[in-house]
C-alpha cells in the first residue's frame, strides 16, 4: 500500500511545520482537503507536533464567567441571549459573591486564566468594577470578554486589572449580527495600542460558511497577533434561526483547528478549540474554556448546569490525550508577533 501523501499537500505541511505560517492559497488547499483522507491525518499530526513542540506539552483552560443574562438587543442570530431568540425575558447580574466563589474556585484548581464574558449591552464601569474585585481577590490573569471599545477605555481595562480581551469578527458579521467588521477590527488594534493581549476564536462555525471567508478570518489572527486562535463552532440552542444549517462535526472542527495552527506559525501562546473535546487535542489544540454563568450557546441562564463543561473535566480530557494542564500558563509569555507578519494579505471580505 502506498503511504505517500500528495507532494503539494507535502510541501504546504513541511513549510508548516517549519513555524513559517502558510499562505492563503495553501490554507485552502487544505481547507479541501477530503475529511478521510490520508493527508488529513498527515495535517493534523503536523499540528500536534507542532502545538506539543511550541508549548512544551502545556495544556490550558481559560475559565469563561458569564457575568449577566440579558435578552441582548443586538440580536446575533447565533446567540441564545439575543432578545429575539425569546429564551431570556430579564435582566439578571449574578451576585458579586456568586463571581468571586467562581473565580476563587478556578483558581484553586488552577485555571489558568478567567474569561469574564458579558452580553453587549452591559455596562463598561460593571466591567471595570468586577476586574478591580477580581483582581485583589485571585492571582489569576483576567481577560475581558466584552463591546467594542475605545483607547481610553483599554487603559481602563488595564487599570482594573485585565491584562488582555477575548474579541472576534465573527464569521456572519454584519449578516448574521448588526455589528461593523471594521469596528470590531478597530477594537482588536486598539488592544494592542493599549498593552492589552489579544485572544481570538475563529468562530461560530457552521456549515454555510464558505473556506474563504473562515482562512481569511484565520489569517486576520495572525495578521493582528493574536495570543491564542483556534476554531470555535456553532451550536444551536433550540429554536435558534440557525437550526437550518445545521452544525459541523467535531472532527470536521478539528480539521480546521489543524489549518488555523499552521496558519498561525509561531505567533500564539496557544491554540484553542471549543466546547472541549478530544479531537482536537490531536490536532493543534491546547486550550479549552471550562464555563460558568450565561453562555450564548445554552438556554439555561448557568451553563454550569446545562453545556459547560467544568475544569476537572477538561483537565482529565487534556490528561487523557497527554497534554499536561499542571505547569503555569504560556499563553501570556509565549511568542507573539507585535507587527504584521510579512507575506500576509490584508484581511479580505466576500
Not at 501523501?5 to 490554507?27: C, S, T
Not at 488592544?191 to 473562515?214: A, K, T, Y
Amino acid at each position: 500500500m502506498n503511504l505517500d501523501i500528495a507532494p503539494n499537500i507535502d510541501d504546504i505541511l513541511k513549510k508548516g511545520a517549519d513555524f513559517k505560517g502558510i499562505d492563503r492559497d495553501e490554507a485552502l488547499l487544505l481547507m479541501g482537503l477530503d475529511l478521510h483522507a490520508r493527508e488529513t491525518y498527515a495535517l493534523m499530526q503536523t499540528a500536534n507536533r507542532m502545538s506539543r513542540d511550541q508549548f512544551k506539552g502545556k495544556a490550558e483552560n481559560h475559565f469563561h464567567i458569564g457575568v449577566n443574562v440579558a435578552p441582548c438587543p443586538l440580536n446575533c442570530e447565533f446567540c441564545s441571549l439575543a432578545e429575539r431568540a425569546g429564551i431570556f425575558t430579564e435582566c439578571v447580574e449574578f451576585s458579586e459573591e456568586k463571581i468571586l466563589a467562581w473565580a476563587r474556585v478556578a483558581e484553586s484548581q488552577q485555571a489558568d486564566a478567567l474569561n469574564i464574558m458579558t452580553t453587549g449591552n452591559f455596562s463598561f464601569q460593571r466591567v471595570l468594577e468586577i476586574g478591580r474585585l477580581l483582581k485583589n481577590a485571585v492571582s489569576t490573569p483576567l481577560v475581558a470578554n466584552t463591546r467594542d471599545i475605545t483607547h481610553k477605555e483599554g487603559e481602563l481595562l488595564l487599570d482594573a486589572g485585565y491584562v488582555g480581551a477575548y474579541h472576534s469578527v465573527r464569521l456572519g458579521e454584519g449578516r448574521d449580527t448588526p455589528l461593523n467588521v471594521d469596528k470590531r477590527i478597530h477594537s482588536i488594534q486598539v488592544f494592542r495600542d493599549v498593552g492589552l493581549q489579544w485572544m481570538n476564536c475563529v468562530e461560530p462555525v457552521g456549515p454555510e460558511h464558505s473556506h474563504e471567508e473562515i482562512v481569511d478570518l484565520m489569517l486576520l489572527a495572525r495578521r493582528y497577533g493574536a495570543t491564542y486562535s483556534g476554531v470555535m463552532r456553532r451550536i444551536n440552542f433550540p429554536g435558534s434561526p440557525m437550526e437550518k444549517h445545521g452544525m459541523i462535526t467535531e472532527l470536521e472542527m478539528a480539521k480546521m483547528v489543524a489549518v488555523s495552527r499552521l496558519v498561525m506559525g509561531d505567533v500564539p501562546g496557544a491554540h484553542c478549540t471549543h466546547e472541549p473535546h478530544a479531537a482536537s487535542l490531536l490536532a493543534g489544540a491546547n486550550l479549552f474554556f471550562p464555563e460558568v454563568g450565561s453562555s450564548p450557546r445554552d438556554g439555561l441562564s448557568d451553563t454550569e448546569k446545562g453545556r459547560g463543561k467544568g475544569i476537572e473535566y477538561c483537565r482529565t480530557l487534556q490528561k487523557e490525550m497527554n497534554w499536561n494542564p499542571d505547569p503555569p500558563s504560556n499563553c501570556f509569555t509565549g511568542p507573539r508577533s507585535d507587527s504584521p507578519p510579512a507575506g500576509h494579505a490584508e484581511f479580505e471580505r466576500n
